[in-house]
């Protein structure tokens, strides 16, 4: 039941979509910069349907990586994780899609609140599922160290892991406040960085044996 449930999420949207395009103004907000500021719009056709587009992108891009992912055969060894971030992915853009599709119709949302929130549920699902991702040329924390090593992939996902789960609670927390956008922001970056780091510092001795 659960696999037709994203499918029914994707067809839901194209109705909404189609619903919304005629009542939409001629200029959707598409980009927000590091203080939370609309800085960049998108057509009215761009606006009502990148989301369902993207979202059956993904949806068929996750169907085809495994065919051409050197690591292919890893995808066994995480299927269900996979389809589950898979949904999540789906699920969080078209998030990102609805919410400035719903304030274009007039309901009032703080974009302040919302994009971070938004954001930080990603992060705390994320941090819960790293762990569980087997190494693959597509998914996951991909430096030249986890690529290179079983041992280096596993130590920075579960470092990984609980970095974006702490990251995502302070940010959940943060959004709420005048300056949730930018600790959101600050927090990816910083997680971004120390499992980058990390990588590279246990990876490098292995490298060289």
Excluded: C
């Excluded at 065919?67 to 060894?77: A, C, F, Q, T």
């Excluded at 956008?181 to 044996?209: D, E, H, K």
């Amino acid at each position: 039941m659960r696999r037709y449930l994203i499918l029914v999420m994707i067809v839901a949207a194209v109705g909404i979509a189609v619903f919304s395009f005629p009542q939409l103004p001629d200029r959707i907000p598409v980009h927000w910069n590091f203080h939370g500021e609309v800085d960049g719009y998108g057509s009215k056709s761009f606006g009502a349907f990148w989301g369902p587009g993207l979202a059956i992108l993904i949806y068929l891009g996750f169907a085809f990586l495994p065919k051409i992912d050197p690591l292919g055969e890893n995808y066994r060894r995480f299927r269900d994780t996979y389809i589950f971030l898979r949904d999540v992915l789906i699920a969080f853009f078209l998030a990102l899609w609805v919410v400035p599709v719903i304030a274009g119709l007039g309901y009032p949302i703080n974009m302040n609140t919302a994009l971070p929130v938004i954001m930080s549920l990603l992060m705390i699902v994320l941090g819960n599922y790293l762990g569980k991702v087997k190494r693959n040329w597509f998914l996951g924390i991909r430096t030249p160290w986890t690529l290179n090593s079983e041992e280096v992939w596993n130590k920075t996902h579960r470092l990984g892991g609980r970095a974006f789960l702490t990251a995502g609670l302070i940010s959940l927390g943060a959004s709420f406040t005048p300056y949730g956008f930018q600790v959101m922001i600050g927090l990816v970056l910083a997680v971004t960085v120390l499992t980058v780091v990390y990588s590279a510092i246990i990876g490098r001795p292995s490298a060289s044996q």
